[in-house]
């Protein structure tokens, strides 16, 4: 492997949190309980949208913003797995080849630990690469803490088809 084809990209996504009971809770691709999930455009499911903004990054593809626009009705409710399947098949099709992605989802309740496992098998099958998420509470700290919204952060190392010799 050339080091030099190695390119690192970072995501970070957040979303305000419903108080709506009803609204579905998405994380990952995996539902969680209780409930009063993220407002969004799309399912809302930040930790989706923050790997596929590393993806996109690691491989100069701009951000999901340019992709999956937030007023385009064709996005609207979509399931973020959907959205995150074909990220995936935008960078490989440039080439690249994904190697990790690391994630980090902070949110104040309910708690997502045990969610973990489900969310890793997930994302990992979708992405074709081994994918972690850890888990971290706000600690009661400002309006995360008061569980009015989640934030999710990730890193992606991807092999690139071209290699750069600075
Ligand atoms: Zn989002």
Sequence with gaps: MDITSLRVGSGLDIHKLSSDPERRFIVGGVEI???NGPIGHSD?????HAIADC????????DIGDHFGDTDPQWKNVDSMDLLRRVVDMVRGL?????NI????VLQHPKVKRFRPMMQERLTQVVGAPVSVKAKSPEEVGSLGQSEGVVAFATALCL???????
Excluded: F, R
């Design 44 to 48: 809302g499911d930040p930790l989706c």
């Design 55 to 62: 993806l996109l990054g690691a491989s100069g593809l701009g």
């Design 33 to 35: 309980q209780p409930s």
């Design 95 to 99: 080439g690249y080849q994904i190697l």
């Design 160 to 166: 690139s088809p071209n290699s750069s010799n600075i």
């Design 102 to 105: 690391d994630s980090t989802i």
